[in-house]
């Protein structure tokens, strides 16, 4: 099968994205908006909240944002574009939990009454992390990963960290619809991210919807979420071979800019994450066995490994964890084959 190449489909996306600037609010694929949402901290300055009207009027929205100082102004400022407000919005669906996609959420509901939708996994997920951080940040994933004592504070700050997010007030499941009057807008389950995170694709616009699953340039990490009972990096592969299915669809990513090539970046992306599973098992197969914490102090890191601390640290032994996790499973073994 031919595929596409990889191009991106909004120049002025793009030259934003280039420029590490927010673009201006933009029209495309028969009504569909994007809007720019701020974001803190300027490793990603920004997430695109994607709306829409539907056949009575109402507005439908994809991604709402971080909810910081200003956000629902932000929102306003953008839907006004559209010729719309707060007022008219009648659902909120997240792509998944994270706080720049589900976090603004919350306030928007509370302002607007529209109801919030999650895949069922996803709402799980956020029911059980109520409170905290999300299960690799826990003490006893730090007992297991052997980490020394003198780093371990670090971590465990991290672990107790609170986080809100809004429950859902309507649960999907892979192939329903969302509850938008007169659009055909399916879920597509993709675990890997994080274990409820989806995909939503516009049947008749050829639009997909890729939340974190597949970004332009950004690998995104996976497990991020609640624990599941799989290997995340495994559900992750077969979510991006699932929408390379899709490849004559445009690509509406929750950063960056819009594309066409999702069946190229899909591979490209799935390679990358491969590549840091046969350097685990290379580790794994030279040297005895190894705690995730000797292992993790073998790889290559961008940042370089005695640079790595707090949250980045943290995150560096989870994504090492996993890897371990899959080099040593079936699927993980005909991957590297």
């Not at 986080?163 to 999907?172: H, K, L, S």
Request: aromatic share 6%.
């Amino acid at each position: 099968m031919t595929t596409r190449p990889f191009e991106p489909t909004s120049p002025a996306q793009h030259a934003a994205a280039t420029a590490g600037e927010p673009p201006e609010p933009e029209e495309f694929a028969g009504g569909w908006w994007s809007i720019p949402v701020p974001m803190p901290g300027g490793h990603i300055p920004y997430n695109l909240c994607y709306t829409v009207r539907d056949e009575t009027g109402g507005v439908h929205l994809i991604d709402p944002g971080w909810p910081m100082t200003g956000h629902l102004d932000e929102l306003e400022r953008g839907l006004a574009h559209m010729g719309a407000d707060l007022a008219s919005i009648r659902t909120i669906t997240a792509t998944h939990l994270h706080t720049d996609h589900l976090g603004g959420a919350g306030d928007l509901r509370a302002a607007t009454g529209a109801q919030v939708v999650l895949h069922r996994e996803e709402d799980r997920a956020v029911r059980e992390m109520a409170g905290r951080r999300p299960a690799h940040a826990a003490s006893d994933a730090i007992d297991r990963w052997e980490v020394p004592a003198d780093r371990r504070l670090e971590l465990d700050l991290h672990a107790d960290e609170r986080v809100d997010r809004p429950e859902a007030d309507t649960v999907v499941d892979d192939g329903d619809l969302l509850p938008i009057p007169g659009r055909s807008i399916r879920v597509v389950h993709t675990p890997g991210h994080t274990t409820g995170h989806i995909c939503l694709r516009d049947e008749d616009a050829g639009v997909l919807f890729t939340g974190d699953l597949l970004l332009p340039t950004i690998h995104p990490g996976i497990g991020l979420g609640a624990p599941g009972t799989t290997n995340p990096l495994a559900d992750y592969l077969r979510s991006l071979q699932r929408v390379a299915a899709f490849d004559d669809d445009e690509a509406a990513p929750g950063h960056e800019y819009r594309f066409h090539g999702i069946a190229a970046r899909a591979a490209t992306t799935a390679e990358h994450h491969l590549r840091r599973s046969r350097e685990v098992h290379a580790v794994l197969q030279r040297d005895r066995a190894h705690s995730v914490w000797e292992v993790a102090s073998e790889l290559t890191w961008s940042a370089g490994w005695a640079n790595l601390n707090g949250f980045f640290l943290m995150s560096a032994l989870a994504q090492t964890a996993m890897h371990i996790d899959f080099v040593r499973t079936d699927a993980g073994a005909a991957a590297l084959a």
